[in-house]
């Protein structure tokens, strides 16, 4: 998408609204970037001259350059293409900005959000750059604003709460509170982005016990549309405190989470991989599990099935939340006989890096979502569902489809309900869910249209089967969704509505609707409105 057309879809509706309607004045943007401690004479702008939206991204450039050289990255510099690579996925990678700027604290945030709308230039975030599709967290043509420099960690005198700047990835912040025998709720690979995976839900190996990462989240500093940076919690501005515990990019651009310590020791964890003969065992246990899940809430089990070498492999991943060896829960997968078995006791920063391995950088990728009611047919229909579709990609040069269950069991979605709730829009009434997570890799650029068309036959024949069976639930989990899917209408019309009036309220010019376009918007489309077919 180029960003020529988002100025000109900018104008559009400039043009359609009066001027006041749209953007924040000239003088209140640079008045808020004084106080920042912005020299704005660097900027040669008065309220009358300033050229709003005339080549916007080049202009915002020159001006970053100018007042931070050092944090500051274009095209001409060698490390541009460093970072430009250092996307999870070859298709964020594939993305050119026009500028890259780092910001080293929360001010800098600001000043860079305010400079944006001076110059009305698109603008994308990127915390762990995880997210798979194109202009996530990365904008052609645009300002990529990187939060890595935001990577201060702090722990509470008293060390209930730690203190996670926003650019962080997970296996610095376990490395972090492991000496003090604490962690915190977050991912379950080492790389992956606080900002990003928090921002959207956030499923880790202790969410049975304590909800989602976004549901122990006790503060959110985070940088509004006017620059004005908040507290967001229970007690300070506590709609924009719901809607960010779930509600994505679309209210600000959080520079620090204050996360909820527990106590945490080293897990039983590890994977049993199991030949396409136990496969039919593997899904009745799984089912099981999913049935008694809630009655061991220091449990967690990821259930794959994926394709390698011709063969289907079913792969449960256990991880228990002590160092207890095979705990009941787990006694129906540890009975059938596995190919490999590499349960071990590990501390979590050891098991966030045995992720890790699978999940390797530069690929392409793409992954898809579903939630459904928890039956053991519906389990049987998703495998048998992707057994029959991944194979006409069978050729596929560096192809790895898995399909990945887990179960949100009402032991999670009880936690769901504290501090006032998240905007998910999940209840304990809703049952024991299975959330889908269809995960495909693959090598060549040649092969992404038979490949898509694939995921999406797997993702709307699974829904179709829901629906006939009256399993069907329309919850989409933001941090599995694809570009096709609309994320934030599936919350419910409750929560949906009540997102658009938080973000008419702290964002009352939109910015980071219509500035900010990647990922999952409040607009309810899907980032990408042709399904591949
Ligand atoms: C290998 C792998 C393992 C995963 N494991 C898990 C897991 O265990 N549990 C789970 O729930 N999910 C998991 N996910 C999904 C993951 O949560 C999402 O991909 C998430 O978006 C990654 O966050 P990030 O910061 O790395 O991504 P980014 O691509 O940097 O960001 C994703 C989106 O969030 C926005 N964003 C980021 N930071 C902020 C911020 N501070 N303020 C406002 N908006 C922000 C970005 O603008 C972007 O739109 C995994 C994904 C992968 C690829
Ligand atoms: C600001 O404008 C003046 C006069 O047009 C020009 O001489 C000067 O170089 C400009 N400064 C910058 C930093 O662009
Ligand atoms: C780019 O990355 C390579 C490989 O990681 C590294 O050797 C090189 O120093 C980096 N270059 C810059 C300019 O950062
Ligand atoms: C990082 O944390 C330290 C210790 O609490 C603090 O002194 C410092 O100001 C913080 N830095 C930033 C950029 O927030
Ligand atoms: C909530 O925000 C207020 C206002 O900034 C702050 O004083 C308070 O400490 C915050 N509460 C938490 C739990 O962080
Ligand atoms: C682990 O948890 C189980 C079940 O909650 C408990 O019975 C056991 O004592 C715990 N073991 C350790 C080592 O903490
Ligand atoms: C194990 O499987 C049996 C059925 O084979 C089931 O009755 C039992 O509840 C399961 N146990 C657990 C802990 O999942
Ligand atoms: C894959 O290649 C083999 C050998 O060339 C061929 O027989 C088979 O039909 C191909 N499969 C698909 C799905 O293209
Ligand atoms: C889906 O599951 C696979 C396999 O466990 C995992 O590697 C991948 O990270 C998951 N996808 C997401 C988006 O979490
Ligand atoms: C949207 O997806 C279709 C395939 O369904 C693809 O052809 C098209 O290029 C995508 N559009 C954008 C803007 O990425």
Redesign the pocket.
């Given at each position: 998408m180029g960003v020529a057309r988002l100025v000109v879809a900018a104008l559009v509706t400039a043009s359609l609204v009066t001027e006041a309607v749209v953007a924040q004045s000239t003088d209140a943007i640079l008045r808020q970037l004084q106080a920042n401690g912005v020299d704005i004479t660097a900027l040669n702008i008065t309220s009358t001259t300033v050229p709003r939206a005339q080549k916007g991204c080049s202009i915002l450039t020159s001006a970053l350059v100018k007042l931070f050289p050092s944090q500051t990255l274009t095209s001409r510099e060698a490390s541009f293409s460093n970072w430009t690579e250092s996307f999870w996925s070859q298709q964020q990678e594939e993305v050119t900005p026009k500028s890259i700027f780092k910001p080293a604290c929360p001010i800098d945030v600001s000043s860079a959000v305010l400079l944006a709308e001076l110059f009305s230039c698109p603008f994308a975030v990127k915390s762990g750059g995880h997210a798979a599709f194109s202009g996530a967290s990365n904008i052609q043509g645009g300002l990529s604003i990187d939060l890595s420099g935001l990577d201060n960690i702090t722990l509470s005198s008293d060390q209930t709460?730690a203190s996670v700047g926003a650019g962080n990835v997970w296996v610095d912040v376990y490395n972090y509170l492991e000496p003090y025998g604490l962690s915190v709720i977050g991912g379950r690979v080492s790389t992956i982005g606080v900002g990003g995976l928090t921002t959207g839900g956030g499923i880790s190996f202790f969410s049975q016990e304590y909800g989602w990462a976004c549901d122990n989240v006790?503060?959110y500093e985070v940088v509004l549309a006017s620059g004005i940076i908040?507290?967001?919690?229970?007690?300070?501005?506590p709609d924009l405190y719901w809607a960010l515990r779930g509600g994505g990019n679309n209210f600000g651009i959080v520079t620090r989470f204050?996360l909820r310590t527990h106590v945490q020791g080293s897990l039983w964890s590890g994977s049993l991989i199991y030949l396409p003969e136990q496969s039919d065992e593997a899904i009745d246990a799984f089912y099981y599990y999913g049935v008694n899940a809630a009655s061991d809430s220091k449990s967690a089990v990821i259930m794959n099935w994926a394709y390698t070498q011709g063969m289907f492999f079913a792969v449960a991943d256990l991880e228990y939340a002590n160092a207890t060896i095979n705990p009941p829960i787990f006694q129906n997968f540890t009975a059938i006989p596995a190919y490999q078995n590499t349960m071990e006791v590990r501390t979590l920063p050891e098991v966030t890096d045995m992720f890790q391995v699978d999940n390797p950088d530069g690929l392409r990728e793409s992954y898809w979502t579903a939630t459904f009611a928890l039956t053991k047919e519906m389990i049987a229909y998703c495998v048998e569902t992707f057994e029959t579709e991944v194979v006409r990609a069978a050729n596929a040069t560096g192809y790895l489809p898995a399909l990945v269950l887990q179960v949100i069991s009402t032991d999670v979605t009880t936690q769901m309900q504290k501090n006032g709730g998240n905007a998910l829009g999940l209840s304990p009434s809703d049952g024991n869910l299975l959330l889908l997570n269809l995960s495909f890799m693959w090598g060549d650029i040649a092969d992404d249209n038979l490949i898509l068309n694939i995921l999406g036959a797997i993702t709307s024949k699974t829904i179709a089967y829901a629906k006939a069976n009256g399993l069907y639930k329309e919850y989409l989990y933001m941090n599995y969704a694809s570009q096709y899917q609309a994320v934030i209408p599936s919350y419910g019309t409750e929560n949906f509505n009540k997102l658009k009036s938080v973000s008419a309220k702290y964002d009352p010019y939109q910015v980071f609707q219509n500035l900010e376009p990647g990922y999952f918007k409040l607009s309810g489309q899907a980032p990408n409105t042709t399904y591949p077919s």
């Amino acid at each position: 998408m180029g960003v020529a057309r988002l100025v000109v879809a900018a104008l559009v509706t400039a043009s359609l609204v009066t001027e006041a309607v749209v953007a924040q004045s000239t003088d209140a943007i640079l008045r808020q970037l004084q106080a920042n401690g912005v020299d704005i004479t660097a900027l040669n702008i008065t309220s009358t001259t300033v050229p709003r939206a005339q080549k916007g991204c080049s202009i915002l450039t020159s001006a970053l350059v100018k007042l931070f050289p050092s944090q500051t990255l274009t095209s001409r510099e060698a490390s541009f293409s460093n970072w430009t690579e250092s996307f999870w996925s070859q298709q964020q990678e594939e993305v050119t900005p026009k500028s890259i700027f780092k910001p080293a604290c929360p001010i800098d945030v600001s000043s860079a959000v305010l400079l944006a709308e001076l110059f009305s230039c698109p603008f994308a975030v990127k915390s762990g750059g995880h997210a798979a599709f194109s202009g996530a967290s990365n904008i052609q043509g645009g300002l990529s604003i990187d939060l890595s420099g935001l990577d201060n960690i702090t722990l509470s005198s008293d060390q209930t709460v730690a203190s996670v700047g926003a650019g962080n990835v997970w296996v610095d912040v376990y490395n972090y509170l492991e000496p003090y025998g604490l962690s915190v709720i977050g991912g379950r690979v080492s790389t992956i982005g606080v900002g990003g995976l928090t921002t959207g839900g956030g499923i880790s190996f202790f969410s049975q016990e304590y909800g989602w990462a976004c549901d122990n989240v006790v503060n959110y500093e985070v940088v509004l549309a006017s620059g004005i940076i908040v507290n967001a919690n229970v007690s300070s501005y506590p709609d924009l405190y719901w809607a960010l515990r779930g509600g994505g990019n679309n209210f600000g651009i959080v520079t620090r989470f204050d996360l909820r310590t527990h106590v945490q020791g080293s897990l039983w964890s590890g994977s049993l991989i199991y030949l396409p003969e136990q496969s039919d065992e593997a899904i009745d246990a799984f089912y099981y599990y999913g049935v008694n899940a809630a009655s061991d809430s220091k449990s967690a089990v990821i259930m794959n099935w994926a394709y390698t070498q011709g063969m289907f492999f079913a792969v449960a991943d256990l991880e228990y939340a002590n160092a207890t060896i095979n705990p009941p829960i787990f006694q129906n997968f540890t009975a059938i006989p596995a190919y490999q078995n590499t349960m071990e006791v590990r501390t979590l920063p050891e098991v966030t890096d045995m992720f890790q391995v699978d999940n390797p950088d530069g690929l392409r990728e793409s992954y898809w979502t579903a939630t459904f009611a928890l039956t053991k047919e519906m389990i049987a229909y998703c495998v048998e569902t992707f057994e029959t579709e991944v194979v006409r990609a069978a050729n596929a040069t560096g192809y790895l489809p898995a399909l990945v269950l887990q179960v949100i069991s009402t032991d999670v979605t009880t936690q769901m309900q504290k501090n006032g709730g998240n905007a998910l829009g999940l209840s304990p009434s809703d049952g024991n869910l299975l959330l889908l997570n269809l995960s495909f890799m693959w090598g060549d650029i040649a092969d992404d249209n038979l490949i898509l068309n694939i995921l999406g036959a797997i993702t709307s024949k699974t829904i179709a089967y829901a629906k006939a069976n009256g399993l069907y639930k329309e919850y989409l989990y933001m941090n599995y969704a694809s570009q096709y899917q609309a994320v934030i209408p599936s919350y419910g019309t409750e929560n949906f509505n009540k997102l658009k009036s938080v973000s008419a309220k702290y964002d009352p010019y939109q910015v980071f609707q219509n500035l900010e376009p990647g990922y999952f918007k409040l607009s309810g489309q899907a980032p990408n409105t042709t399904y591949p077919s």
